[in-house]
């Protein structure tokens, strides 16, 4: 006995599901992505303060430049056991000195940079679906054509 070949029926319905679910991944991996570029801005920025908290506490710097806000800077310098401001979030700040601020922030880079790769992760996963779902579109695509050509 030979064996025939196993038809699969796929309706219109099941394609337009597939293209839906694929779109809908391709909205959430621009969200990741969106996601994972502010995570990488806030990384820098952690890391910039950090670096002059560090250079300043070892006298290495005198005095640099401050954002007030607005574009506009203030000169502002750091003297032995001063204290910094440190946000918080939802717009608090505590104050504390330097050596803290900067075990605070290296706690904050350690939490973004395992969020980023919770982040990357999940990009790779929604990246894969989406060509999974690209390949199986392709696939029925070919069939339909192999299917009206009569091969």
Do not use: C, W
């Not at 806030?42 to 908290?53: G, V």
């Not at 750091?78 to 440190?86: F, S």
């Amino acid at each position: 006995m030979s064996q025939q070949p196993q038809r699969i029926v796929i309706t219109r319905e099941d394609i337009e599901r597939l293209v839906e679910e694929r779109n809908s991944l391709a909205s959430l991996l621009d969200v990741v992505r969106q996601n994972l570029a502010l995570i990488t801005q806030s990384i820098n920025e952690l890391k910039s303060a950090k670096d002059m908290l560090t250079l300043m506490s070892k006298g290495e710097v005198q005095d640099t430049y401050a954002g007030v806000g607005g574009g506009v800077f203030i000169k502002a310098s750091l003297t032995q056991g001063e204290r910094v401001l440190v946000s918080v979030g939802a717009n608090f700040v505590i104050e504390m000195d330097v050596s803290h601020a900067i075990g605070y922030i290296d706690d904050r880079i350690k939490e973004l940079e395992d969020l980023r790769s919770k982040l990357d992760a999940q990009s790779a996963d929604i990246t894969k679906k989406i060509s999974d779902i690209d390949n199986f579109l392709l696939y029925i695509s070919t069939a339909i054509r192999q299917q009206q050509t009569g091969q």
